[in-house]
């Protein structure tokens, strides 16, 4: 699956903003001293009251950190203080946050059909498809395509990007994927996400032919011809045998790339 990178393409606040904290902030992460903006961040959504402007600023200092699983609580904590008219303004950093911890339940409520933008598409998008929401998946991967023909941002690109994949890989169309990692533009950046999509696609469509494989030979063990049996007994099993041996070798080196804990993600045995 895609790595994120960069994700947030939205700034919180402007560079004159007249909030002390929220200047603070952005110079820790303007000098890149991360453990001092996410100190601050975390102390930022502990207070009470606690504005809009404050909530979106520690966000999205979190979602360049790496989002992580222990500090739910405190943003759950944090967003359950907003004002309750204010609360929809800060629906893209509460999906954002629980997408980024796989935590799409939570996500399921912030997602949307309607993405202000590339971010907001892909986490929505990933949701839909974790959820098995197909109808709002199917609509958002059509508009998620109109998006990245209309768009010349290569981080918005990216994000979509990631995003369809989830998606064509949840329904099977691994031909879908890699066209749409074929047409990226090759930069160190995104060159992971542009080779791991693409080794994925066929080792996936590897997977799913030799599960189709195993299928097919065990019709073909039922339908022995039985002159040939009296005349070479054994040499049926024997060959069918062998191939399967063959087929569960390549399937143990490719279920190093995709293991069978991760298969469903990509519509095997679904």
Known sequence: MPQMIN???RCATDAK????????LSGYTELGRRRKAHALACRILEKDPLSIEEFSE????????????KLTGLVESAYTRLP????????????????????FEKALPFATRNPADAGDLMFSLQTFTVMNKKTEAARLARKGLRMLSNTDDPFDQNSIRAGLTDYFFKNGDYHAVLQLWSEAPLEPVFCRNKFTSIVESHAAMALRSISIAYDQLAELQKTEDD??????????????KDCRKQLEGF????????????????????
């Open 7 to 9: 994700p947030v393409s």
């Open 17 to 24: 903003n007249t909030n002390p904290l929220i200047n603070e």
């Open 58 to 69: 520690a966000m999205s200092t979190l979602s360049i950190q790496s989002l992580m699983k």
């Open 84 to 103: 309750s008219k204010e609360k929809r303004k800060v629906r893209f950093w509460m999906l954002c946050f629980y997408a980024c911890i796989e935590n």
């Open 227 to 240: 002159e040939f049996v009296i005349s070479c007994p054994g040499l049926n099993t024997g060959l069918i």
């Open 251 to 270: 399937e143990k080196n490719l279920e190093k790339i995709i293991p069978k804990t991760r298969q469903k993600d990509f519509g095997i045995g679904a």
